[in-house]
């Protein structure tokens, strides 16, 4: 049986469905646990605020991509606005728009959760699940030989340093080296969940709503009944379109560590105080080298080299990893601490511009709980992310290690993206970092990584979710995506949450069959 994907253009009338279980959201976990679903003869309606967007609408233009495919505009930051925050909002989710960058969930973050969260996972027992996804995703190391002069300047300067450094895996088949994932894959390359997992549900028979908003989880308190919203048309004057009402023996939250959180707390569901707590994001910053020949830095895959030198750096103090970072026009003028005149002249230098970015590992030392997602006035979810002592320290640490790796590499200056940028062009002025102010709107700090909210732990004393995600308290109500995650990884993410959602088919089909 095949199933089928509307949009509000499609939707023009309310709409109420039945269904075994109902999945709000389809990107990485969602899609992942529907096409499993199904697979098992289970009926599946999928919601998905997003547009449906396919190849033919990917032409490379940022102005285009960014209202259509990112989360509020691509304007999303933290309540105080001092931390960007890039996530999609499309069919497939952020995995639209990530730059394919995969790791496993690393041993020492295992290790963390079961000496301190008390989860059961090892290698062993999640190894078959990444094998799975990645033959589906087509997971595997990108030639070093391939790796852009962006990622080479890393690279060279890493391996001039002696430090950890290593070409990456990604999710491509047939990639035509463009550099346009953060826009959108022309084609078809990135193995994104619109062009498989999603594929393989619709064509076993799932049906998809794209444009549809959803309000709540319906429930008694113990038990979950569906889900009520609305067609969203996010171009047109009136937004809000016809109500959409799904009943279902099974609901799934896979709306991401921002949404997600939202959803639940819109529904009354607060386990405790717990939702929307231990929200990480590995916060990122970055610095700009100006390098002596041409780096086109738009050009290429975008992130093809990783530096884990400095991702443990003791236990009180916060690690963080080194990657490098696309800039297509429009992300480095909003990266860029310079207006007018100035900006236009950077913009002019962009072509010689090599980025490196850090990010930090939330979550993993005591007393940083990351942090909170809650509800606006008018019900839209919101982070609050308080800038730690440990963090600021991290920050301070980190852009002496990547003004460092610029140098090696040949940067002829090296800029921060402080207020006042700092701006080294020599090994002995890289002191000048350390009396650098850091914290809130002192730099520019980015997300794209959104991880916790709804964090999977041994007890409802100490998280949200159990071991097979499902939310304490109730038979029938699953959280399958990012925010399950109780700290950050020190990785991407994208790999973990399909290996996570892999793992928690039998869990949610057993709920949806009463096996």
Not at 91 to 105: K, Q
Not at 442 to 454: K, L, N, R, V
Request: charged fraction near 20%; include cysteine; proline fraction near 5%.
């Amino acid at each position: 049986m095949t199933g089928r994907i509307q949009t509000a253009a499609d939707l023009t009338e309310d709409v109420t469905l039945e269904t075994d279980v109902v999945i709000v959201g389809s990107g990485a976990g969602g899609a992942v646990l529907a096409a499993g679903l199904v697979a098992q003869g289970l009926r599946v309606v999928m919601l998905e605020e997003g547009d449906h967007a396919t190849r033919a609408d990917f032409r490379g233009s940022e102005a285009e991509s960014f209202p259509k495919l990112y989360q509020e505009r691509g304007t999303r930051s933290t309540a105080d606005q001092a931390i960007t925050i890039l996530q999609g909002r499309s069919v497939g989710g952020s995995t639209t728009v990530n730059w394919t960058t995969c790791f496993r969930t690393p041993s020492r973050i295992l290790a963390h959760w079961r000496d301190v969260h008390g989860l059961p996972f090892t290698d062993e027992a999640l190894a078959p699940h990444f094998e799975a996804v990645e033959a589906r995703l087509s997971i595997a190391e990108w030639p070093e030989a391939m790796a852009n002069a962006n990622n080479h300047a890393l690279l060279a300067g890493a391996r001039k340093l002696g430090w950890e450094v290593r070409p990456l895996r990604r999710n491509v088949k047939g990639c035509a080296n463009t550099g346009l994932c953060g826009v959108g894959c022309p084609v078809d390359g990135k193995q994104a969940m619109g062009i498989t997992y999603i594929t393989d549900a619709v064509a076993a028979g799932m049906t998809l709503l794209a444009n549809v908003r959803v309000d709540r989880i319906l429930h008694d308190g113990t038990r979950a009944t569906g889900v009520q919203g609305r067609v969203f048309r996010s171009a047109a004057a009136d937004a809000e379109g016809p109500a959409v009402h799904v009943n279902a023996k099974v609901v799934v939250s896979a709306a991401g560590a921002i949404n997600g959180p939202g959803l639940l707390l819109r529904s009354g569901i607060t386990a405790g105080g717990r939702v929307g707590r231990r929200t990480f994001l590995h916060p990122v910053i970055g610095l700009f080298g100006r390098m002596p020949t041409p780096v086109a830095p738009w050009s290429g895959a975008p992130q093809s080299i990783g530096s884990h030198q400095h991702v443990d750096r003791g236990a009180d103090k916060v690690g963080f990893f080194l990657e490098a970072a696309p800039l297509q026009p429009m992300l480095a003028a909003v990266a860029f601490n310079a207006f007018g005149r100035q900006q236009h002249a950077l913009i002019a230098q962009l072509e010689y511009a090599n980025a490196i970015i850090a990010l930090s590992v939330d979550g993993l030392v005591a007393g940083d709980d990351g942090g909170t997602v809650r509800l606006r006035d008018d019900g839209r979810p919101v982070v609050d992310y308080p800038i730690r002592p440990a963090l600021r320290e991290a920050f301070a640490a980190a852009h002496r290690a990547v003004a460092e790796v610029q140098l090696a590499a040949g940067a002829e200056t090296v800029a921060s993206l402080h207020v006042e940028a700092v701006v080294v062009q020599r090994e002995d002025e890289l002191d000048l970092f350390a009396n650098a102010p850091y914290g809130a709107h002192e730099h520019a700090i980015f997300s794209a990584h959104q991880m916790g909210g709804c964090a999977m732990a041994s007890s409802p004393e100490r998280g949200v979710v159990d071991t097979e995600h499902r939310v304490f308290g109730f038979e029938n109500l699953f959280v399958v995506d990012g925010s399950v995650l109780p700290t950050a990884l020190g990785v991407n993410p994208s790999e973990t949450i399909y290996g996570l959602a892999h793992r928690a088919v039998p869990f949610v089909a057993a709920a949806a069959t009463g096996a």
